[in-house]
């Protein structure tokens, strides 16, 4: 199955939306967040460089000097703390530590080398974030392996990474929105000429209009110019081709005239055949004027045609005391050619009466289009039935009636694409019944 426009358009839109904005989302998140460790880091690096600043050992104590030291480093629960270690056992530790469960880890690392990484403390079931770094400190009277850790709550970086989360969600959300929107216009705005081009094409069709004029993008302003040539071109040809048959007309007619005022037809047998001649002529004729292989058909009520038709037909089997039954809608369409229509119906209902013997009906059903006619004769046998679709073929039962023009009918009908089935009526003589796809 081959995917409409509209529809490409619109599953493109929503795979680009689908894949842009959590993809968007999620890059903008990830360097956010990689920015906020980058910036603990370099935080922790000035904290650290200030403590080797002022860090000092009298008497194998540790000082250091509250000037140089931030004020977190003594405030309790701050989040910030510090401890030198030496070997692994804890020889000072800031005063914001004292309120923690927390033991620093053994680093192992090599003089001058420093680590930043994150730290989950068995201890205090807590997270850490940790820069640490190992010295050897000289003192002048000895020289001391040391390891200074500064330690950052885990708490720290996820405050404000949620808190912006949070506000970028909110903002995509709102975009997405906004996208949404403007994909919805723009699918319309881009479609309006699509779906205007359609309804012309579709008033073609219905006959209001006979060559596109609406204004369209140069995409489909050649399609357009391509199809008004077409109607165009079509419209000359089918108009020559009527003045062709006009003239042919003329041309059969007054030969076949002559014959019939001449002594030859005053003989029975021949008098029959140009009779059959004469009608041969007129039934091709309105076959091959007729419209029903146009490319756009108009649409007319079906019931104003029946009534003009079932009328004359009342007046010339007024013998047989007629009854002529409709179940026709108001609003019952055809779409085509009003000559072929009448031609079709006129056919059948005139055998139709022909071959009742009080009794004809007809009858339409909608969606799709279903025209029933049936009659009260004696009916068509099984075996009959296909060969009165042979051209010239007419059975004796029904010698006055069906047989005549069906082939002709049965052609109109299929140009239409339609189909045509004889069965048996309830009324007890035959039943045709002519069905046409949905336009």
Request: include cysteine.
């Amino acid at each position: 199955m081959t995917l409409s426009l509209k529809l490409r358009q619109g599953l493109v839109s929503i795979a680009l939306l689908l894949l842009l904005l959590p993809s968007s989302f999620i890059a903008i998140d990830q360097a956010f967040y990689t920015q906020l460790l980058t910036s603990a880091e370099q935080k922790l690096e000035v904290h650290m460089y200030a403590m080797l600043s002022d860090l000092k050992i009298n008497d194998d104590k540790i000082e250091l000097s509250n000037n140089t030291l931030s004020p977190d480093f003594f405030r309790p629960d701050s989040g910030l703390s510090a401890y030198i270690t030496d070997n692994g056992n804890t020889v000072w530790q800031s005063d914001s530590s004292l309120s923690q469960k927390f033991t620093p880890p053994n680093a192992h690392l090599v003089p001058g080398e420093h680590l930043f990484y994150p730290y989950n403390d068995n201890d205090s079931s807590s997270q850490y974030w940790l820069l640490s770094i190992a010295l050897l400190f000289d003192s002048g009277e000895q020289t001391t392996p040391l390891t200074i850790h500064i330690v950052q709550t885990n708490s720290m970086l996820t405050a404000p990474y949620v808190s912006f989360r949070n506000t970028l969600l909110t903002w995509f959300v709102w975009i997405g929105a906004a996208l949404v929107l403007f994909s919805v216009l723009a699918y319309y705005w881009t479609t309006k000429p699509l779906s205007k081009l359609d309804q012309e094409i579709r008033k073609l069709e219905g006959g209001e209009q006979d060559h596109l004029n609406g204004n369209y993008p140069a995409e489909l302003s050649t399609i357009k110019e391509d199809l008004n040539l077409l109607l165009a071109n079509q419209n000359r040809q089918k108009q020559r081709y009527r003045n062709h048959l006009s003239d042919l007309a003329h041309a059969l007619k007054t030969p076949v005239a002559v014959l019939n005022t001449s002594v030859l037809s005053q003989q029975p047998e021949l008098k029959e055949q140009l009779d059959r001649i004469s009608a041969m002529i007129e039934h091709q004729l309105k076959r091959a004027s007729s419209s029903g292989q146009d490319i756009w058909k108009k649409q007319f009520e079906i019931l104003p045609h029946v009534e003009k038709l079932t009328n004359a037909l009342q007046k010339i089997y007024r013998n047989k005391d007629l009854i002529i039954s409709i179940e026709c809608a108001q609003d019952a369409m055809f779409r085509g050619d009003e000559t072929d229509l009448m031609e079709i119906l006129g056919n059948l209902l005139d055998n139709a009466c022909k071959a009742c013997q009080h009794q004809v009906k007809f009858s339409v059903a909608q969606q799709p289009l279903q025209m029933i006619i049936e009659d009260d004769g004696p009916g068509i046998a099984l075996t009959d039935r296909k060969k009165l679709f042979t051209r010239g073929t007419r059975l004796d039962t029904y010698k006055d009636g069906h047989g005549v023009g069906l082939s002709i009918v049965a052609e109109l009908v299929s140009s239409y694409s339609g189909t045509m089935q004889i069965t048996d009526s309830n009324l007890g003589g035959a039943r045709f019944e002519l069905q046409f796809p949905e336009s």
